[in-house]
């Protein structure tokens, strides 16, 4: 495995919060694959472009690339981020949620998102009740034009949604808690989700403590999911 900067072990300078990684051959990913990733966090003057000589880095953190033979739907995606601010004591917490997504589809009244051979059934650490205690297998109704009128809540309607773990209840509140196998949108990026499994580490305060590493628990999402199928049949 590499970035895009052939040969190995080259090191880029960048200032996006984002930095892509790639597999030589992404067909052909193996358990075995390894490869490793150091960050270095540098404060630097306003505009600066590039890091003075002999600067020392303010943060430094290395992570280990594994591959992964199970494949998933490639509409799968887990996004990292943190809880919005303004709550619990305006404390901010970590935290990791994966999705199936999809684009907005010309002329679509609703959409059904069919879901066959979910894992999970009774596991440790599944927060999504629907996976844990009602079976593999689930279908979802997005209605983009529903509207909520108290007290009745109609079948189908889409939640907004503000990036990884910011959520939009019916009153228009922010909130760090999600609806499992709830309908989303995402103004922003023009998309809409569905919110599979999620991680969020509320430290002392979590119910669920002691809370296992991070990694183990996305691993166990991809384990549930290895089998898995999906289906978005569009309705016009």
Request: charged share 25%; proline share 8%; aromatic share 12%.
């Amino acid at each position: 495995m590499s970035d895009l900067l052939q040969p190995n072990a080259k090191t880029v300078d960048t200032r996006e919060r984002e930095v892509w990684y790639f597999h030589n051959s992404p067909l052909n990913i193996q358990d075995t694959d390894r490869d490793t990733v150091t960050v270095e966090v540098f404060e630097v003057p306003e505009g600066a472009t590039t890091i003075p000589a002999g600067a020392e880095p303010i943060a430094r953190m290395g992570a280990e690339v594994r591959g992964d033979e199970r494949n998933l739907d490639s509409r799968i995606r887990i996004e990292y981020g943190q809880t919005p601010s303004g709550l619990r004591g305006g404390e901010r917490f970590e935290c990791a949620l994966m999705s199936l997504y999809f684009k907005p589809a010309p002329g679509a009244k609703t959409y059904v998102v069919r879901i066959q051979g979910v894992g999970g059934r009774g596991a440790d650490y599944n927060w999504n009740q629907d996976f844990k205690y009602r079976g593999p297998n689930h279908s979802v109704l997005f209605d983009p034009s529903a509207v909520y009128v108290p007290p009745s809540v109609p079948a189908g309607l889409v939640y907004r949604r503000d990036g990884a773990c910011d959520f939009i209840t019916l009153s228009g509140d922010h909130v760090d808690g999600f609806g499992a196998l709830a309908p989303y949108y995402d103004p922003v990026k023009d998309e809409f989700s569905l919110a599979l499994f999620g991680f969020i580490a509320f430290g002392d305060d979590d119910p669920y403590r002691p809370l296992p590493p991070l990694e183990y628990v996305i691993d166990l999402w991809h384990e549930w999911l290895k089998d898995a199928t999906f289906e978005v049949v569009v309705n016009r």
